[in-house]
């Protein structure tokens, strides 16, 4: 290990580097990722101190471990941005980058929540990297729930959470709740977002 990192700094992350996408590299036409902004907004509004690593224009897993010696994080969350279709078109590519992000983080101590539609399709994998927690929902709320578990006690046990997938589930062949499956009203209001940026792509002369 590269030493336990301490404080209650968050680092929001996802993995869709535009350089592992050589067509849409060439396209130059990249998209925000909506919905990792979103988990750091909502996060930050219930009182934590969130850092945001933008993996779009940035230069490989190498970027995101500079970031997390920087920052210095005690939980750290690799979130698909969810909305962006692109990050269902390089699931390996993607897959490879957040497995290396996940570890570079355990490496360093951290807490690791990672979603997505890969993690949750075949969350061993994940969870064998480092991760703590794979969120199987809409990863707002269910975020900030593991944040404040982790702020109260850096070993607390996750398993009250509803949304997540943990090494003990997994192990026991508990049935995790799909409670979370069930859009919140703030997922519900991004999801419209969604649709419309859909409509703008795919509708004629665009």
């Known amino acids: 290990q ?5 404080g209650n700094m968050i ?32 996060t930050r509004r219930h009182g934590h101190e969130v850092a945001f690593f933008d993996a779009t224009f ?3 897993v190498d970027a995101f471990i500079a970031t997390l010696d920087e920052v210095r994080p005690s939980v750290v969350g690799i979130l698909e941005d969810n909305f962006n ?7 390996i590519r993607a897959r ?5 992000m996940v570890s570079a983080a355990a490496d360093r101590g951290c807490r690791i929540a990672v979603n997505g539609s890969d993690a949750s399709d075949h969350p061993g994998l994940y969870l064998a990297a480092g991760a703590d927690a794979v969120i199987t929902g809409e990863p707002e709320l269910t975020f900030v729930a593991l944040a404040d578990a982790w ?12 949304g ?4 003990s589930t997994m ?4 049935s995790w709740s799909d409670s979370s499956r069930t859009s919140s009203s703030i997922g519900n209001f991004f999801a419209r977002i969604c649709s419309a940026i859909w409509l703008m792509i795919f509708s004629p002369d665009t």
């Not at 590269?2 to 301490?6: K, N, P």
Request: aromatic share 8%.
């Open 85 to 91: 279709f692109l990050t269902k078109m390089c699931t």
């Open 11 to 42: 680092l929001l992350a996802h993995s869709y580097f535009l350089g592992n996408d050589p067509k849409q590299l060439e396209r130059m036409k990249p998209y925000p990722p909506l919905a990792t902004l979103l988990v750091a907004e909502v």
């Open 171 to 174: 192990r026991t062949g508990f």
């Open 96 to 100: 490879e980058a957040t497995l290396a």
């Open 58 to 60: 940035a230069d490989g």
């Open 151 to 162: 702020a109260r006690d850096n070993s607390a046990s996750l398993a009250e959470i509803d």
């Open 2 to 6: 590269q030493g336990v990192f301490s």
């Open 164 to 167: 997540l997938i943990l090494i």
